[in-house]
């Protein structure tokens, strides 16, 4: 986005997620040890070009939301207080920018607002930036998905009224975005009854602002997480991306730097293996499991001790798994394993043990690279904080 | 249902799977190894009154299918190849019912016909019952939900034409079901354009049967496996369902009842646990999981090893997770249960093992079973094949 057009959020986050059959409404639901919001606001955090995040919240769950900012160092979000329902709370939202609000000063007024929702992690800068430039043009934009179901109208006695052609029709999904007079000139002029009772962002520009909306093919990650289901497919979302980032470490010793070769070489058609490294490593073999697409800051670092790695590493990211595996039969390394895990775990950091005896023998040697790949593989996938500090044998 | 009302299904499945952006049609995607469409036949099978059930595949899925239905040992299931979209392909799985097909003799005619999806595996007999009696008394029936997302018409242009009130629209789910003639008669009369580009069968049955479909609203997890992250959602509903079914089964010494009655009690509030038995196991603690309703043979032998009990479990279910857990640091074991796992794992079981060193210190003991049961909730949620024969220790 060119410098010249400033571009603001807003989250309504006030729902209560009665869909999901729990008390806890879903952006706040963790999803991998994160709440869901938190995912979200990272998505619009990673994008150089917004100015601001407004998030409407219900007026009990402010606190709450205060927490998740400090503890995943959220910037740029500002929280007004949400009204009853999904229009009264983004017309909130708006007016943050207008006025000064319950809980701080007045936001300078963004030439484009894009609406989105909380559960709705999986926006992508590609997507934000198509649908600002079409609200240049348009004075408003939306993501369309196709129709998964055939949409039927009932009668009133409950039976099938008519259905609508599939192909004719769209899901409405988020992000949206608008010039922003275009829409807050909307909601002031809008009814009662539109506030109360209607859904579409896209209808109220189209109604009272006279701007109809371009509507744009979106990918479907954007879907909304509605059901506990969703968590699951958002979680494996997630882990699908995080799989993609992984180095290996190894010491300087030809028999690590073979292994090394060896995992490299297995772990390819399981994961993507961005680098792998030879340096003064403490452990024989060090495999690094991280998210994000910064390089880890130890690699800069010439020589320390793997929980130093560890710790430095954690630095620059939110969440990490790590593997470490040892040649040998080093028994007495077991227990040290643990204790580590349980240490580096309070950063969020997840460390297996895995210990490879690796005979002489070239076929065994392969096997075992195949099967210690295949464990590597399922730690990370797992990602699961209870089978920490334990010591897989191949 | 009553004896007097034949009730059949139809399985559309020879949809190409294009949205997943893979080439294998989803209804043949493994969900934690099984085939999508093996867990819908099975689904179906738990229920007694269904006659028959016809899966409409694509020529060329043929042998597939018949190696899934040998596989997993499905009945009633009778293969019919399908047409080019969906009405013409469910169209030649009515045919069946009445004239002899390409792939055998033609089937009883039911009174009532459940046409279903391949990749909606959730469908359960309450459901199937609700839609097979409003069938009788309306003629047809069929499943819906609420809209997630509002429905909107685009213009020719791209731009929003106008939206759709969520109130008074319903997304059209599986199962329907229609009375054998009513269906089959609307096939016979419509149009090749409603064969070609149709998708709503009720919509059918109303225009060229004159029957009004009764709307039924259907569980959440009627929907239908689209995407991948559907695979994924699909594949954490199953392992929730799994993990309701433990046992857990101690040898008669009285350490081994203590332990087995703490791992009792802390695994209750992370998985249901049905029972605990004492019985002359020859490990110290075993835990069985399984999958299904049923008990497991093994506990009405009286006594028996390992391996034998592992196996004689298996034979009722389809697949299976078994932890075992051992007290002491009887080190020679750990060989042997790896042995074991490669053994059992053709069978589809999968065995870790868990070694427990309790002090008998009293706040150790709590804390060990603590930890025991979080690493053995772990292992039975992510059922991961990686792992099995590895020994976790506590
Ligand atoms: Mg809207
Ligand atoms: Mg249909």
Request: proline share 4%; aromatic share 6%; charged share 25%.
């Amino acid at each position: 986005m060119e410098g010249e057009c400033r571009v603001a959020v807003v989250l309504p986050a006030g729902g209560c997620g009665e869909r999901l059959g729990g008390c806890t409404p879903k952006q706040y639901c963790p999803v991998l040890g994160r709440p869901l919001i938190s995912r979200t606001l990272e998505a619009f955090e990673r994008v150089g070009w917004i100015s601001d995040i407004v998030v409407v919240v219900a007026p009990e769950s402010v606190d709450l939301m205060k927490n998740i900012i400090r503890r995943y160092g959220h910037k740029l979000v500002s929280l007004v207080e949400g009204g009853v329902t999904r229009h009264r709370s983004i017309f909130n939202g708006l007016r943050a920018f207008v006025e000064d609000h319950s809980l701080g000063p007045a936001l300078k007024k963004p030439e484009v607002v894009i609406i989105h929702d909380a559960v709705r992690p999986f926006v992508d800068e590609e997507t934000l930036l198509q649908v600002t430039s079409a609200t240049r043009q348009y004075g408003a934009a939306g993501m369309v998905r196709p129709l998964v179901s055939t949409v039927i109208a009932p009668s009133s006695d409950g039976c099938l009224d008519h259905s609508l052609d599939r192909a004719k029709h769209r899901a409405s999904e988020m992000p949206q975005a608008f010039l922003f007079d275009v829409l807050y000139k909307a909601y002031l002029q809008c009814s009662d009854y539109d506030l109360d009772f209607g859904t579409e962002c896209l209808h109220l520009a189209l109604a009272y602002s006279k701007t109809r909306a371009k509507l744009l093919e979106g990918p479907p990650d954007l879907w909304k997480v509605t059901y506990k289901r969703d968590l699951y497919a958002a979680e494996s979302i997630i882990k699908d991306g995080i799989s993609k980032h992984l180095c290996i470490i190894t010491n300087i010793k030809e028999e690590a730097v073979q292994i090394g070769f060896r995992l490299h070489e297995n772990l390819k058609s399981h994961i993507k293996v961005n680098k792998s490294f030879t340096g003064p490593v403490e452990f024989i073999e060090f495999l690094f499991h991280h998210l994000g697409n910064s390089q880890p800051k130890f690699l800069k670092q010439k020589s320390c001790k793997l929980i130093d790695l560890l710790q430095a590493a954690q630095a620059g990211a939110s969440y990490q798994s790590v593997v470490v595996s040892q040649s040998g039969s080093e028994m007495q390394k077991l227990s040290k394993i643990r204790e580590l895990a349980k240490e580096v775990q309070k950063s969020d950091l997840l460390l297996y043990g895995l210990l490879i005896n690796f005979s002489k023998e070239e076929s065994q040697l392969e096997d075992g690279a195949r099967q210690a790949s295949a464990i590597i593989t399922a730690l990370i996938t797992d990602r699961n904080p209870a089978l920490t500090g334990q010591v897989m044998v191949v």
